[in-house]
């Protein structure tokens, strides 16, 4: 009996053992790719990262910093709106400003008292001297002739302290100095900015109070090039270019715009830090035209492949 169950249970583990072999032999189906990966368009293209930015006649998007440092007390507009030049974007908080305004503007009346009396007593002694020169001294006349000249010297200093302190309280109202979208405000109301601009809570660095750009027309690719790829960059009279979104099949097609002439270091464009190695690239300007239904935002990162148009043949 002993000797019966032993084989049974042998022949029942053999199975198991054959079972679990089959089961695990079995090749799971791969699952379909979840969107096409990139690909090179080109028989001779070459490829390059590039980062979305709204499109701009020189530079890159515009960063706003406060001259003068201080609280926010008003922010006026919102992210996404359009802004004409000299739009107010914000307002800081300028009492002790507007106080010193004041006080400077109340020392012209007194600069303009202090001259006219001066004036007027250096009239009076200057046309009794024309009558009698004995009735008055000429060291008299002179010292009040002086008085004169720096009374009116000093309503001209007040003047210009005046106007030096207006123009230093219309800086606690930031302006926009170009059209332009509001694509992201780092500050709220309560906050404290400087020149520096903001300090970021979570990644420990200061930002731009307000960035702006041109979201009204095509926006633009910033590509960069390896220094190794330059010489194979097609002329820009031929030159072509494809897109890629991470993440998706939209490949859209690219307009070269110009070339930065200035091979500089290689950063990192998720963070846009210089990357610790010793390669430097070409930046390339393209611009696209957006599409329906297609979200682009400034700031995606994108695979980007370029080469040359094909030329015609002649009939």
């Known amino acids: ?14 199975g198991l053992g054959i079972w679990s072999a089959y089961i695990l032999g079995i090749q799971p189906k791969p699952q379909p790719p979840a969107f096409k990966p990139a690909s090179n368009p080109y028989e001779k293209g070459i490829y390059a990262n590039g980062i979305v930015e709204t499109a701009q006649a020189s530079g890159e998007n515009i960063n706003v910093y406060p001259e003068v440092s201080g609280t926010v007390v008003k922010i006026l507009v919102t992210e996404g709106q359009h802004v004409k030049a000299g739009t107010s974007l914000l307002m800081l908080e300028d009492s002790v400003q507007r106080s010193t305004t004041a006080s400077t503007k109340a ?4 600069a303009k008292a202090t001259y006219k009396s001066l004036q007027d007593q250096f009239s009076k002694q200057k046309a009794s001297w024309l009558l009698d020169s004995r009735s008055v001294s000429k060291d008299i006349l002179d010292t009040a002739e002086n008085a004169v000249k720096g009374a009116k010297a000093n309503l001209e200093l007040a003047q210009k302290q005046y106007q030096a302190s207006n123009a230093l309280l219309t800086k606690y109202v930031i302006k926009a100095l170009s059209d332009g979208t509001v694509l992201s405000i780092n500050t709220a109301v309560g906050s404290y900015i400087s020149s520096q601009g903001v300090y970021d809570t979570y990644t420990g660095v200061f930002k731009p109070v307000i960035v702006m750009g041109n979201m009204q027309g095509d926006l633009a690719v910033r590509c960069y090039i390896d220094e190794i790829l330059i010489h194979r960059i097609p002329d820009p009279s031929v030159i072509q270019a494809r897109m890629s979104l991470h993440g998706t099949d939209v490949n859209v097609p690219l307009k070269f715009v110009r070339i930065q002439p200035n091979v500089s270091p290689k950063i990192e464009l998720s963070s846009q830090r210089t ?3 010793d390669v430097r690239v070409l930046p390339v300007i393209f611009s696209f035209e957006k599409r329906e239904g297609v979200l682009i935002y400034p700031g995606q990162l994108v695979d980007v492949y370029i080469g040359e148009k094909k030329s015609t043949p002649k009939k």
């Open 107 to 110: 020392q012209i009346d007194v």
């Open 275 to 277: 990357e610790r190695v």
């Open 1 to 14: 009996m002993r000797n019966k169950l032993l084989i049974g249970f042998a022949v029942l583990g053999i």
